[in-house]
């Protein structure tokens, strides 16, 4: 039986994207799935958004960075695909008829578009976390009064989505979200202090963007999802675990009160949830890596070294404090991360900028914004004024280094 679904890919030039556009072709040639693309959509890399129009011929393509339309256009010259430039182009691809959306572009800038496929009753494949922190309750919410569906695209989202029962959600005794601890598991604190944006971003068992790759080096890729996990299963701070498990083979686990605790397993390869997302509740057939257990030898689990990976405790008291703490968060996070990348911030300084912004931010009485009429207004508000305190946070840090 073949799959035929129209879709859009929010963020389709990215490493998320890419993978999703792979394993369309492989399902296509497989026979199990036909898809019709509607939109496409990137921020930056235009001649990789012109390659992928030229083979999926979406109607729509945007790029958000406005000073390449004219480069869009002229390589999309003749095809009789629409041309976009701008956060707006961007949103206005999420508001198109595609029964299926693909939400990864990275950062807040996904939670616009990604609200306007909810608004419609889209299906929408979830990968952009930080878009579920900044407006969680009210993304859901927005879904299943349209009568859509949010499926996690994280792989330990994706594991606990499997693996959880929804008859049986009320006798969970815990979430437990695995981690790989990133590159800098074995290294000390103090070696960590030097470490570059090269070396960051050299994740040992995932190809990713730079930023969650940068996350997963910290560890706030952990605490992001947490709070990921809280709004999708509904479950408070004090169910959710996190676990170190450096193969990345489980992905996640769900314990329930009778002592059983199921997990589930793949090898480290993100186009496995993505066809959960795609076809569930079938599943999709196509030629998935399969996992070689015995290739592993040893599955190995430790508790994660809170003191050296500061973020997953920041995390946990944003999501018990509420509010407007982890909008805060994120958006301090971003800035951090992005002028880590720049060379301007030390990489412990991106946990410092955090925890500092979060304490600003709370001594002037603004983590206790509550939600407005408008979902999207209430949390640009609360992003925008998070990322002047963050950005004067690492002038401060940049200048005492
Ligand atoms: P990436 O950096 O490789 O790609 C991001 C995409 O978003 C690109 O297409 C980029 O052009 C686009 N983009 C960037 N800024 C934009 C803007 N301001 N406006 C519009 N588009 C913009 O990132 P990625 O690794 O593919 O991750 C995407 C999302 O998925 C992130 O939220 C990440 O946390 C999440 N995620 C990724 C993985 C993974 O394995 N890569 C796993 C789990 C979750
Ligand atoms: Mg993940």
């Known amino acids: 039986m073949t799959l035929r679904r129209t879709v859009t890919l929010l963020g389709s030039t990215g490493s998320i994207g890419v993978s999703t556009l792979d394993l369309f072709e492989q399902a296509m040639a497989h026979g199990s799935a036909e898809v019709e693309v509607v939109a496409l959509t990137a921020g930056r890399n235009v001649n990789l958004l012109i390659e992928q129009c030229l083979k999926w011929r979406p109607q729509f393509a945007v790029i958000a960075d406005e000073s390449e339309l004219e480069v869009l256009r002229d390589g999309l010259g003749g095809t009789g695909i629409r041309c976009g430039a701008g956060a707006l182009a961007v949103v206005e691809a999420g508001a198109?008829?595609?029964?299926?959306?693909?939400?990864?572009?990275?950062?807040?800038?996904?939670?616009?578009?990604?609200?306007?496929?909810?608004?419609r009753g889209a299906i929408i494949a979830l990968a952009n976390k930080e878009s579920l922190v900044c407006a969680g309750p009210a993304l859901i919410e927005?879904?299943?009064?349209?009568?859509?569906?949010?499926?996690?695209?994280?792989?330990?989202?994706?594991?606990?989505?499997?693996?959880?029962?929804p008859?049986?959600?009320r006798r969970v005794s815990r979430l437990i979200l695995t981690a790989s601890g990133g590159p800098f598991r074995t290294w000390t604190r103090d070696a960590m202090a030097?470490?570059?944006?090269?070396?960051?971003?050299?994740?040992?068992?995932?190809?990713?963007?730079?930023?969650?790759?940068?996350?997963s080096a910290t560890m706030m890729n952990k605490g992001l999802e947490m709070i990921e996990a809280s709004y999708l299963f509904g479950m408070g701070p004090e169910m959710i675990d996190v676990v170190v498990h450096p193969q990345s083979v489980i992905?996640?686990?769900?314990?329930?009160?009778?002592?059983?605790?199921?997990?589930?397993?793949g090898p480290p390869d993100m186009r496995s949830p993505i066809a959960v997302a795609y076809a569930w509740p079938d599943r999709?057939?196509?030629?998935?890596?399969?996992?070689?257990?015995?290739?592993?030898g040893q599955l190995t689990f430790e508790a994660p070294d809170l003191e050296k990976?500061?973020?997953?405790?920041?995390?946990?008291?944003?999501?018990?404090?509420?509010?407007?703490?982890?909008?805060?968060?994120?958006?301090?996070?971003?800035?951090?991360?992005?002028a880590f990348l720049d060379r301007r911030l030390g990489f412990l300084d991106i946990a410092a900028t955090v925890d500092r912004t979060l304490d600003r931010m709370n001594s002037l009485g603004q983590l206790e914004t509550s939600a407005g009429d408008d979902i999207l207004e209430t949390a640009m508000m609360v992003d925008a004024s998070a990322r002047r305190v963050a950005t004067d946070v690492v002038a401060g840090l940049a200048r005492s280094s």
Do not use: C
């Open 194 to 215: 030097g470490v570059t944006p090269e070396q960051a971003v050299a994740h040992p068992n995932w190809s990713m963007g730079a930023k969650i790759s940068v996350d």
């Open 309 to 338: 990976f500061p973020a997953i405790a920041t995390a946990r008291a944003a999501l018990a404090h509420g509010g407007a703490a982890p909008t805060v968060m994120n958006a301090a996070n971003e800035v951090a991360v992005a």
């Open 142 to 165: 927005t879904a299943r009064q349209a009568g859509g569906t949010l499926i996690p695209v994280d792989s330990e989202h994706s594991a606990i989505f499997q693996v959880l029962h």
């Open 284 to 296: 999709l057939p196509w030629p998935a890596p399969a996992l070689d257990l015995a290739a592993f």
């Open 251 to 265: 992905h996640s686990l769900v314990e329930y009160q009778d002592g059983s605790t199921l997990a589930q397993l």
């Open 167 to 169: 008859d049986q959600e």
């Open 96 to 119: 198109m008829d595609a029964q299926w959306v693909m939400s990864a572009i990275v950062g807040f800038a996904g939670l616009a578009p990604t609200l306007e496929a909810a608004r």
